[in-house]
């Protein structure tokens, strides 16, 4: 059965990066809508995110995306009873290190690189860019490529991700929530730990599903027709076995 899928990109770069796989899964005869992040502290701007996301049948969310999409599947839990299907690609429960979550990004870590995007944003977003490619032997060629799909965007949009990247921790809605969901992680992700599988290992969620692929941070840019092809086996399962 073909879905209707909501594909939220990441952090810093725009809707460009994740057009190749937006194209992909359309091959496959799903309908895809790709949008940006947005400012889920705003509770209005979050509820007209849910809005939106009620009209499809698959939400997925790449890093800050896919933190996102699990703040959307849940509200639409909450608020409509309705359980969508939630899918993460490269995503951090929680970004930066907390008490209840060690295996994210250290806390001065992160400051250094807030600070440094309020001095110069254009040259922490470049090394940002870099990070994100970092891991693989196509790291020079990666980062040509992710650099020729980048899109200017809103500092205010963009200091509002780093805020959420901050402040989110969504480990306890993915605990807790009963619909469908499925996790793809790297094995050479700089960003974002390939430990962090073991942490939702731990869940017990009722359908909570892991997945590890090699691959940077990246992967759903450098790698697309894996990632379309892990996202489409993992529909076409569900849908057998529901």
Request: charged letters at 15%; a neutral charge.
């Amino acid at each position: 059965m073909l879905q209707r899928i909501l594909l939220i990109t990441g952090w810093g770069g725009g809707i460009k990066l994740l057009d190749p796989l937006k194209q992909l899964l359309q091959g496959q005869g799903h309908q895809v809508e790709l949008i940006n992040i947005f400012n889920a502290l705003d509770e209005q701007i979050l509820q007209q995110q849910v809005d939106l996301a009620k009209q499809f049948d698959v939400i997925v969310g790449w890093s800050l995306g896919g933190q996102l999409a699990t703040l959307l599947v849940n509200q639409l839990e909450k608020q409509y009873a309705q359980q969508k299907v939630l899918i993460t690609l490269a995503s951090n429960p929680c970004f930066v290190v907390n008490d209840s979550w060690q295996t994210a990004m250290d806390r001065l870590t992160f400051q250094q690189f807030k600070q440094s995007f309020e001095q110069d944003a254009i040259a922490t977003l470049k090394k940002f860019g870099y990070m994100v490619c970092q891991g693989m032997k196509s790291t020079k060629s990666d980062f040509l490529l992710l650099q020729s799909l980048i899109q200017p965007q809103q500092i205010q949009l963009l200091k509002q991700g780093l805020n959420l990247l901050e402040q989110l921790n969504v480990a306890d809605i993915l605990k807790s929530y009963q619909g469908k969901q499925y996790h793809l992680f790297a094995q050479q992700d700089n960003l974002v730990s390939c430990k962090v599988v073991e942490n939702l290992g731990n869940f017990h969620a009722k359908f909570l599903e892991v997945d590890l692929i090699s691959g940077s941070h990246g992967f759903p840019i450098f790698n697309a027709e894996e990632t379309n092809d892990k996202i489409c086996q993992y529909l076409k399962k569900i849908k057998q076995t529901s």
